[in-house]
């Protein structure tokens, strides 16, 4: 029986040189190595990497201004303010013109009843809401944009340029305000129909929404200007590429 191999554990043993066929006694130190005595493991829960918000949550997430100067903080208010007012009178506007459009087509499916002043409504609230949610973009500062070039460009030097283009902007709607109260002195020179809302009470709504348009740029670039002076660059919302 001798040369007799045992594969119990880890070592590889013989048989004692005595001959009665049994392995050598095992120290007590020894550890086996089969599946059943090792441990069970904790059980982890499998962890998730955090969401990354999406364009659409950050675009919209509100910034917080905290590096605005005194001048900066009332010109902001004045500009939150203005905007909120042209929020409620859009919202208003949307209202009647759906309002009214819808009922004119109900009465006219079902009693054959038509709002007379249905066009006038439908023409002058929609010019007016094109012109008043461009005041509001101008206020949000989410009109269209193209950034291939300022965004190759550092904080600092993308404020300088956005002061050109206010400026730039500021004398485009100046000539649109012009142009609109040249539209107004045409229009009163025409005999008005009697209608709900007249050609030149349509008319009235150029000037004044590129008034708004201008004023919301003016109050922009002074918050800018006020940034320069301080040299502080502001926050700026996600740049989407469009």
Do not use: N
Not at 74 to 98: A, F, H, N, P
């Amino acid at each position: 029986m001798r040369g007799v191999r045992f594969f119990t554990y880890d070592a590889q043993v013989t048989e004692e040189a005595d001959g009665d066929g049994k392995p050598p006694p095992v120290p007590d130190d020894a550890a086996p190595t089969g599946d059943s005595d090792i441990p069970a493991t904790r059980k982890h829960e499998a962890l998730e990497p955090p969401a990354r918000p999406s364009t659409i949550e950050l675009r919209s997430s509100k910034v917080v201004y905290t590096d605005d100067g005194p001048l900066a903080r009332q010109v902001r208010k004045i500009d939150t303010y203005l905007g909120v007012i042209e929020q409620i009178v859009l919202v208003t506007l949307m209202s009647i013109v759906v309002v009214v459009a819808a009922s004119h087509a109900l009465l006219d499916r079902i009693a054959h009843v038509q709002i007379s002043f249905k066009d006038d409504v439908i023409r002058g609230g929609t010019f007016a809401i094109a012109l008043l949610g461009g005041a509001f973009a101008t206020h949000q500062a989410r009109h269209l944009a193209m950034d291939l070039i300022s965004r190759r460009m550092s904080p600092r030097a993308r404020l300088f340029l956005k002061v050109v283009l206010g400026l730039f902007t500021m004398f485009i709607v100046v000539l649109l305000v012009r142009a609109g109260f040249h539209a107004i002195a045409i229009e009163k020179t025409v005999p008005q129909a009697d209608k709900l809302i007249t050609p030149v009470r349509i008319a009235y709504m150029i000037p004044l929404g590129g008034g708004l348009i201008l004023i919301h740029t003016l109050l922009h670039t002074l918050i800018d200007l006020d940034y320069i002076a301080r040299h502080k660059a502001p926050p700026e919302r996600m740049r989407s590429g469009h």
